[in-house]
């Protein structure tokens, strides 16, 4: 992940930041390997990116823009795109760039001077809790009508509209389209998880004819086991989530474990159906992303953040949705989420308030300006902004624009968030030696009993 690196860093004590986080890891270690449980982290140059304030000047008569910027990879960009408006309407904006890991106390600190932001980051909803007062309801406002989708959009209790998705990330399955040519498949075929299983199993019961896999290592060492305790695991909440009509706002004390049925099916694919065998996954050592980027399987569990590097390595690839056997699937969408989610702050004037909201505006209709915070964020949820360069998260807009559900990031809510996977991993590399149904019983008591033990531990 390039351009979306902080995660959320989440107590031991148990308070899950909600909402969507950064990716848990990648194969790399640039990343941690614990979204939902990790402490903060960025690229290097963002951990040492000072406080930036440039954009000023102009006249203030009819507003200021003041945005606190909450992604220290972006900062360049943003101070380029603040001078450009402010010479283009008189509007003063300025940017200031919290250092990494500061914005909460930055935050704190700017909100109660004189000319606070204008426009900052609530990035989850126990941030919305918390400086839900501060925000401007964005019901009906000029941006949120500019949005292509409300999945990354955080709500108060009071269904005020607190802030609204201004970038997001996604993963799932990715795909090697050109291996699956070469295999006599395409992408058009695989809608749901039968027409996935087909393709897999063909693929892999001719893996010595065509000289690749069907998907790459599933290592349960703490390098790769995230994908699957972290990442796979969501599609069980988030079934339980839609299931109830509501996403999830705090941890719930229990989980019923009605879809991990679905969950053994997806495992079971990537599992039985790889270039390691079930029986070598659980001490690990094997690099699933080179192997993609050598071309030695056609498919991968990961996530957008990974889209350059395979490009560079000359895979055309694409991400479709986790497929698992749930009715009605061949409507579903990637796994999206983000923490980068713009407010306007209520308690300026009416001038900066409205001024900032026509900043916005601009940044996500003007095709300039769009490109240009595109190339920096992956992608905006937003109907005029730029298209993506990154080919996944492209793929992720497709299927919006398909009316396609998106997979929020339900993962993110896990208890004792160390625990609880340790145990996932335990029970799940049990199963992978011996596929029986006992062990499958121990996966399920992992997954659904450790979920109420490990809640009971953080909470009392």
């Not at 909600?18 to 140059?45: F, I």
């Not at 269904?159 to 997001?168: F, N, T």
Request: with cysteine.
């Amino acid at each position: 992940m390039k351009n979306l690196k902080k995660v959320i860093a989440l107590s031991m004590a148990g308070i899950m930041a909600a909402g969507a986080l950064a990716a848990c890891s990648d194969d790399s270690g640039s990343k941690t390997s614990n979204s939902g449980g990790g402490s903060t982290s960025t690229e290097s140059k963002a951990d040492t990116a000072p406080e930036s304030k440039v954009g000023d000047g102009g006249d203030a008569s009819k507003g200021r823009v003041y945005w606190l910027n909450f992604k220290p990879e972006s900062d360049a960009v943003l101070q380029e795109i603040a001078k450009t408006y402010t010479e283009q309407t008189k509007v003063p904006v300025k940017v200031v760039t919290a250092a990494s890991g500061t914005y909460e106390d930055q935050l704190t600190s700017e909100l109660g001077k004189n000319e606070p932001p204008t426009m900052f980051v609530i990035g989850n909803p126990e941030k919305a809790a918390k400086w839900g007062s501060y925000a401007a309801d964005l019901r009906g406002s000029k941006i949120a009508d500019e949005l292509t989708t409300d999945a990354y959009n955080l709500y108060g209790d009071d269904g005020k509209l607190v802030s609204i998705g201004y970038c997001y990330e996604a993963y799932g399955i990715i795909v090697n389209t050109d291996l699956l040519t070469q295999a006599n498949h395409s992408l058009d075929e695989i809608k749901n998880f039968d027409t996935l299983k087909t393709v897999v199993e063909d693929i892999h019961s001719r893996a010595a004819e065509l000289g690749f896999d069907a998907f790459t290592s599933c290592d349960m060492d703490p390098s790769s086991s995230w994908r699957f305790t972290c990442h796979m695991a969501n599609l069980e909440y988030f079934y339980e989530e839609k299931e109830a009509g509501s996403k999830w706002t705090k941890t719930p004390e229990s989980i019923s474990g009605k879809y991990l049925p679905n969950f053994k099916n997806l495992y079971d694919l990537c599992i039985n159906n790889s270039i390691s065998k079930p029986n070598e996954l659980a001490s690990g050592g094997h690099d699933a992303s080179q192997q993609f980027k050598d071309k030695k399987a056609a498919f991968t569990v990961q996530g957008s953040w990974e889209y350059s590097g395979y490009k560079e390595a000359g895979i055309n690839a694409s991400m479709i949705p986790y497929y698992c056997g749930v009715e009605g699937e061949e409507d579903a969408g990637l796994n999206c989420g983000t923490e980068n989610c713009w407010a306007i702050n209520a308690k300026v004037s009416a001038d900066d308030q409205a001024a900032t909201q026509d900043f916005m505006v601009w940044c996500v209709t003007n095709a300039d300006a769009s490109k240009k915070l595109v190339e920096s964020f992956g992608v905006m949820p937003y109907k005029s902004a730029a298209e993506s360069t990154n080919g996944f998260l492209k793929n992720s807009s497709e299927y919006d624009a398909k009316n396609c559900y998106v997979m929020d990031w339900a993962t993110n809510y896990q208890p004792n968030v160390d625990e609880y996977r340790a145990t996932l991993v335990s029970a799940l590399n049990a199963y992978n030696s011996d596929q029986s149904d006992a062990n499958w019983d121990k996966v399920k008591t992992a997954f659904v009993d450790g979920w109420a033990i490990q809640y009971a531990a953080v909470n009392g």
